[in-house]
């Protein structure tokens, strides 16, 4: 099998990126749109191929000087979010109205931030990685500033400054972290894993990993960018930042604090489960609080991100699952909430929920946009056949051992969402249609098109909730550092269980076949004794 | 040389009483002018007719089995087939239209109007048995005439002396007798109504509102086709010249009687005799108007108002739930938007509203809102009309020059409007064509 796949997938969004621009000014919004659309489909498609034929990974020296090469992979953990990326690429691109303002140059952008995110999640050194990451920032925060709203400019420099501590954070932490290795001078991630760091050194990096992933995800009292930028960025440029872009800090988590640190991470872990119940908690009571959809959004997003933290905090093997489904859950939901509010923003031209009611009403309002938003907060809560619940139950089950009161905060937290989400329908969704407002225009199923495709997707990994927890069941278990069950009722189960994990292991499991060395040095450091924190 | 002399503007009329101060002074001077509540426009003239005529079709249906219930179906404790009038009730000649008429006023036919025949032959769906269609609800929904006959019966005391004589010795004495005769032969009933003879006399009285309303829509229909009939000969020239056809359409049939007969097998049971002397204006229309248009009922939309809350007025003359006061949008969160009978006047419209409503908000999509607020401005006309014919009947001429009597004319007309003075109205909206 050729590493052509592993370039495709950073080609095509390149490649488009820069040619987009090239093409004729008299070129119409819509076949811009289309050609970006179909860009980010073939990236699809290709990472399906991924799927079914695992490619080797690609190393290639660049500046070795520095450490930095040009070492792609693919695994269980980031196939999924490649994937989850090129998807919420093509539902954001035809989210987009058909008369997008400046498209050659929107589309590009929204490329080129796929193309930093997707080059995040195959780096397998830590260098490109941070490359990538940086890169993100810089499409991103244009695209707000240019297409934002009313406060674009304050929403874009507040992106702007989190996004640059975050990423000097994780640019500070890489570069310690290959320093003061004492295996030697590397930034491959497979050297990284086997880092020789003292346990002081050790916490300074997570420190600094927190801040920068932290900022990114992101974590109560970080967040302080989100509700802003969500409520001003253009719709599709939020369904990217909530899907997909946050994902890298979820990401960078897993693969930087429990798989390189995992001593330090499991010493900090109540902390960290501590912030994620805070940042659970926060999240839901500021959603209740808010008279503005898209902030409701922003926050209901916050909240279900500290059940994600909650889960990587635990590190046992289910929690772990649990987080990656979550990552996928997660992604999938709030890209859809968000295409659904903005269909609702373009043809009300409102989100503000007092000044909406009768969405849902079939003659005049919005129903099927409506409904579909509907179906994404009852996902969000967790509601069982959708893709809120295997994610939601798994991070439950694999937290409630490790640390049952946080996650019993995180429980009542997520229960908030029906709290929150009933508000707002019984709001927007229903009561009385002002004649004097309500002259709006139907969606049309080509708008419609990338919240119904999104909300095929809910269901069906609700429905088949294997395609959320399948890919990540051996890459998660060799990570995790914990039991699923307390030691003290069955002493010799986190062995057994990694053991059953691996045995259970999907045929196809690609974890299996592309990288199955490289969970070794987790497995290492697996056996911890159950005591720790 | 002669000086020339400055040509004095003529004098305008001096108004023999100051302007009105109403909010709703504007509508109070129209009226006062012979106009209408409705402004004088010719898209809403063409409006009103259109869904005059839409209207007219289904209440032919009506007002036929309305009676076929007060008369014939009666006490039957299993009512399945009450929405399936006979054939006798289908052809029962129109007692104000047709050959046969002893007062003919209205041009229209005798029998049941063809558009209704044909649609409950073949409805929407087509040619099936009847049982289907009507499973199908692919039919003339009675249920809206029910809801309106209750609405009368429950606010009762609405002026007139219907209501009081059914609670008179005379009427109880028909109903007994209408009872008795009825349920002649089973003795089960016979016991049940022995014990409980209230619960029988109040099911009564309830088809004495069914023949009521029954016999009001016997006028109106054939009222409405023949407006619809003038328009199309190019007959109105305006809002207030339709007004004035029901005002003067009111007055022909005011002495009309309101009565109730019960048959069993030939036997005719005269439970509220024409003797009695109750009329169609005073008996019928004006209690119909009041019950439906004003008040109805607070239950009847999707929208639950809370009693407890003080969200429904204690006193039921208060009550404001009618399709003067509904918001027809959300298919009923105020009052009773007459869901039922707007889709019942989408399978009549006339080709010239369909291709109106196409042109204005979601064009097919959303007709059954669109006819649902056309009927609207039709309901404040045809109240228009019953505000002047009682100031016809009660007050004095529009062009009186006694400024008394003007001022009586204009506080009536005020005390009319300060009915409109509640948010809920919707006579503001129906001020401007942008409400759709």
New interface residues.
Partial sequence: MTTLPLVLLLALPLGAGLLLPLLGAASSALLVRNLAALVAAAQLLVGLVCWRLPPPPLHLAWVPKLGLELELGLDNLSLPLVLLTALLTIAAVLSAPADQPRPRLFFSLLLATNLGVVGAFLARNALLFVLAYELVLIPTTLLVAIWGGPRQAGAAIRFLLYGAVSGLSLLAAVLAFGWLNANGFSFNFDDLAQASLSPRSQGWILALLLLAFGLKLPIVPLHGWQPLTYSQAPIPVVMLLGGAVSKMGAYGLLRFGVGFLPEAWAAWSPWIAAAGAVTAVYGALNAIAQLEMRRLMAYSSLGHLGLLVLALAAATPMSLQGAVAQILAHGLIVALLFACVGLIERKTGTTAIPELSGLLNPLRGLPFTSGMLLLALMAAAGIPGLAGFPAELLVFEGSWTAFPRDTLICLLASSLTAVYAVRLFNRVGFGRLDNARADWQPTHWGERLPALALTVTVIAAGIWPQALVGWSEAATASLALRPSVMPSMLGAQPAAARSASAQSLPARSIAARIVPAQAAPALAVAALPPGRP | MSTPTATAPAAAPTPLIPPSTHRWAEVIHRLEAGGSMLPDTPENLMQIIGIYKAYAVPMDFYWRDLLYIAERVFLNPLPAFKYFPSQEYLDRPNAYAGEQSQLRIWRGGEKAHPELLQFMATGETGAMPKLLHHLWHDRINMEFAEACMQAMLWHQGMGGRFNDYLASEAYRANADRAIKAYFKGNPAMLALYALFPEMFMEQVKQMSYYANLGLFWEVMAPVFFEMSDIYDEGGFKGVPDAMNFLVNGIFAVAGRPIYHHVYVGDECIEVIPKSEGFTWLYEAALPYVEAVFYRTAPFRGT?SYNAQAGQVPGDQADFHYGILYA?V???G??GIPPTLLMQDMLHFLPPYLKDLYKQH??GE??Q??QLG?TFQRSMYNVTSAVIQALRCALLYPLDDTDPDHLLANRHFFEAQMDRFLRPEARLD?IQTQ???
Avoid: E, G, H, T
Wanted: cysteine-free; aromatic content about 12%.
């Fill in positions: 929208k918001d949008f959300p298919v969160s105020a908000r979601r999509q959303d059954l809102i607020i909206a942008a409400y759709r």
